[in-house]
């Protein structure tokens, strides 16, 4: 089993930045690519940024492309998701997520198979 723990969310307004982190415990983590999706109220969960098992590549949504950064430190069994330039549409629950299967690097929600509770991340003035 793995235990996906997210942190780091809260309140912030227009134009601020936070950093999420998702620790992991139990079954390794570090030779699986690794995903943050969101989901807000009445909407469908969507991908918002994966990264490979060795943080070499990433791919992310195009509406944070160039705002969030996703990164990782194996040593910590932590992912991390660092968001800037925040906007009111990017008001959802965080969630972090482990894919089925080892290496790669994955978009698509299916491919997923443990998730976190998630965190709160509120844009607003």
């Known amino acids: 089993q793995v235990q996906l723990v997210e942190s780091g969310g809260g309140l912030v307004q227009p134009g601020g930045s936070l950093r999420l982190s998702c620790t992991a415990s139990g079954r390794i983590v570090s030779t699986y690519g690794m995903g943050w999706f969101r989901q807000a109220p009445g909407k469908e969960r969507e991908f918002v940024a994966a990264?490979?098992?060795?943080?070499?590549?990433?791919r992310y949504a195009d509406s944070v492309r160039g705002r969030f950064t996703i990164s990782r430190d194996n040593a910590k069994n932590t992912v991390y998701l660092e968001m800037n330039s925040l906007k009111p549409e990017d008001t959802a629950v965080y969630l972090c997520?482990?894919?089925?299967?080892?290496?790669?690097?994955?978009?698509?929600?299916?491919?997923?198979?443990?998730w976190g509770q998630g965190t709160q991340v509120t844009v607003s003035s």
């Open positions: 990264i490979s098992w060795n943080g070499g590549s990433s």
């Open positions: 997520a482990r894919p089925s299967n080892s290496y790669g690097i994955w978009t698509k929600r299916v491919s997923y198979e443990y």
